[in-house]
């Protein structure tokens, strides 16, 4: 299948395991620096690439000389803190090889489940990805400790993918893909090449971490897979541990797909369209033209505003004859958004005392 070739925005989330010698503690580097290889390829070809990659804690626990038995809460919080700075400073040295930038991304769950934080997520991955980098992600672990505790970078990748609007997302993992049951403990289980549903009969197959070092199994995979066909992008669990991993993977090596229906663009604006508005915002015929014609909604277009919204909430927009022209998230809140109404950008910050985005509604956050 090629399901790569034509990809325009993908995540790769690596494991733990993958990245850290288990006997040794150290990072691998060869394998490090054969992924760094992959991605240059897929940045040659004008793909976007956003690398999501644990191993902080099992970077920072040889570091500390932290004890082979599981970690306490504080210890885990220590290692991450430690390991991170490696494991960031180690992708930006094997991206450089290539002359490609890293930028380091730390998350907390928040950061997708408030809206107004995962709309200001997602404008930095633009900004970031607009200006060639390729964005390093991972939990913030040393400050968020139910991430510790209950998260797993697999359902982590996957709200990235979907914040990043993404249409594909690779799990490099220990294991070549989904099987009817957990390989390593059924040597009769069987590999899916692909999947359409996951139906409660898939749900049983998945099975909990193979490796001492990873923190998900295949059944926080599944859920990743869920949140990332239900956000229109398709997922790969594919094998992680050769060199030059995706590669491999477009190469034909084995891997189970979870395919999703339709794109990122018509599910998010579908998600758009199914929230209920919060407020209205009045334009001149200059910005529905605008509008019309594939761009945003800018200050300067708005001539009345109604209602009580705070950002990242969604608003009507009403044509100077009063008809609803679709539905937008708004960058500004409503009083914000009445004080600056008819002014050109230049005019915003002096009247807000900070500095302005340019649009009130940006075009991908409109639903008609
Ligand atoms: N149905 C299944 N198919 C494949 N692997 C499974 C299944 N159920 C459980 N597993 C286990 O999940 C492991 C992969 O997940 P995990 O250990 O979290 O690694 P990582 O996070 O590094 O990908 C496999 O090595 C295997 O032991
Ligand atoms: N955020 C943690 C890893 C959490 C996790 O999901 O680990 P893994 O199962 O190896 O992908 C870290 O960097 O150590």
């Given at each position: 299948?090629?399901?790569?070739?034509?990809?325009?925005?993908?995540?790769?989330?690596?494991?733990?395991?993958?990245?850290?010698?288990?006997?040794?503690?150290?990072?691998?580097?060869?394998?490090?620096?054969?992924?760094?290889?992959?991605?240059?390829?897929?940045?040659?070809?004008?793909?976007?690439?956003?690398?999501?990659?644990?191993?902080?804690?099992?970077?920072?626990?040889?570091?500390?000389?932290?004890?082979?038995?599981?970690?306490?809460?504080?210890?885990?919080?220590?290692?991450?803190?430690?390991?991170?700075?490696?494991?960031?400073?180690?992708?930006?040295?094997?991206?450089?090889?290539?002359?490609?930038?890293?930028?380091?991304?730390?998350?907390?769950?928040?950061?997708?489940?408030?809206?107004r934080?995962?709309l200001n997520?997602?404008a930095?991955?633009?900004?970031?990805?607009?200006?060639?980098?390729?964005?390093?992600?991972?939990?913030?672990?040393?400050?968020?400790?139910?991430?510790?505790?209950?998260?797993?970078?697999?359902?982590?990748?996957?709200?990235?993918?979907?914040?990043?609007?993404?249409?594909?997302?690779?799990?490099?993992?220990?294991?070549?893909?989904?099987?009817?049951?957990?390989?390593?403990?059924?040597?009769?289980?069987?590999?899916?090449?692909?999947?359409?549903?996951?139906?409660?009969?898939?749900?049983?197959?998945?099975?909990?971490?193979?490796?001492?070092?990873?923190?998900?199994?295949?059944?926080?995979?599944?859920?990743?897979?869920?949140?990332?066909?239900?956000?229109?992008?398709?997922?790969?669990?594919?094998?992680?541990?050769?060199?030059?991993?995706?590669?491999?993977?477009?190469?034909?090596?084995?891997?189970?797909?979870?395919?999703?229906?339709?794109?990122?663009?018509?599910?998010?604006?579908?998600?758009?369209?199914?929230?209920?508005p919060r407020g209205r915002v009045h334009v001149d015929a200059g910005a529905v033209r605008a509008i019309?014609?594939?761009g945003s909604l800018l200050p300067a277009g708005v001539t009345a505003v109604e209602g009580l919204f705070g950002r990242g909430d969604a608003v009507e927009i009403a044509t100077p004859?009063?008809?609803?022209l679709?539905l937008g998230l708004t960058r500004y809140t409503a009083a914000d958004a009445d004080a600056i109404r008819g002014l050109r950008s230049g005019a915003i910050e002096p009247v807000l005392g900070y500095p302005a985005r340019s649009a009130l509604i940006h075009r991908d956050d409109m639903?008609?």
């Amino acid at each position: 299948m090629a399901a790569l070739s034509d990809a325009r925005r993908i995540v790769v989330k690596i494991g733990s395991a993958l990245l850290v010698d288990r006997q040794s503690g150290e990072l691998r580097a060869d394998w490090l620096g054969s992924l760094a290889q992959d991605v240059a390829v897929l940045r040659g070809r004008g793909a976007d690439v956003i690398l999501v990659s644990s191993g902080s804690i099992a970077l920072g626990r040889g570091a500390l000389g932290l004890p082979a038995r599981e970690l306490t809460l504080e210890q885990s919080q220590a290692a991450a803190a430690v390991g991170q700075i490696r494991l960031a400073g180690a992708y930006d040295a094997a991206l450089a090889r290539h002359g490609l930038r890293a930028a380091q991304v730390l998350v907390t769950l928040d950061d997708s489940t408030d809206r107004r934080r995962y709309l200001n997520t997602r404008a930095t991955f633009e900004t970031l990805l607009r200006y060639g980098a390729v964005p390093i992600v991972n939990e913030n672990d040393t400050i968020a400790t139910d991430e510790i505790r209950y998260g797993d970078n697999d359902r982590m990748a996957a709200q990235i993918a979907v914040t990043a609007g993404a249409d594909r997302l690779i799990l490099l993992s220990d294991v070549d893909g989904f099987y009817s049951a957990n390989p390593a403990q059924d040597p009769g289980a069987r590999r899916f090449d692909v999947i359409e549903a996951i139906t409660p009969e898939i749900e049983a197959m998945a099975g909990d971490a193979g490796s001492g070092l990873s923190k998900g199994g295949m059944k926080t995979k599944l859920m990743a897979a869920k949140a990332a066909m239900a956000a229109g992008c398709d997922m790969a669990i594919a094998l992680g541990a050769p060199l030059n991993p995706i590669a491999a993977l477009e190469n034909g090596a084995p891997a189970t797909w979870f395919r999703a229906q339709g794109t990122p663009q018509q599910k998010r604006k579908a998600w758009i369209a199914a929230m209920k508005p919060r407020g209205r915002v009045h334009v001149d015929a200059g910005a529905v033209r605008a509008i019309e014609g594939g761009g945003s909604l800018l200050p300067a277009g708005v001539t009345a505003v109604e209602g009580l919204f705070g950002r990242g909430d969604a608003v009507e927009i009403a044509t100077p004859e009063g008809r609803t022209l679709g539905l937008g998230l708004t960058r500004y809140t409503a009083a914000d958004a009445d004080a600056i109404r008819g002014l050109r950008s230049g005019a915003i910050e002096p009247v807000l005392g900070y500095p302005a985005r340019s649009a009130l509604i940006h075009r991908d956050d409109m639903a008609f």
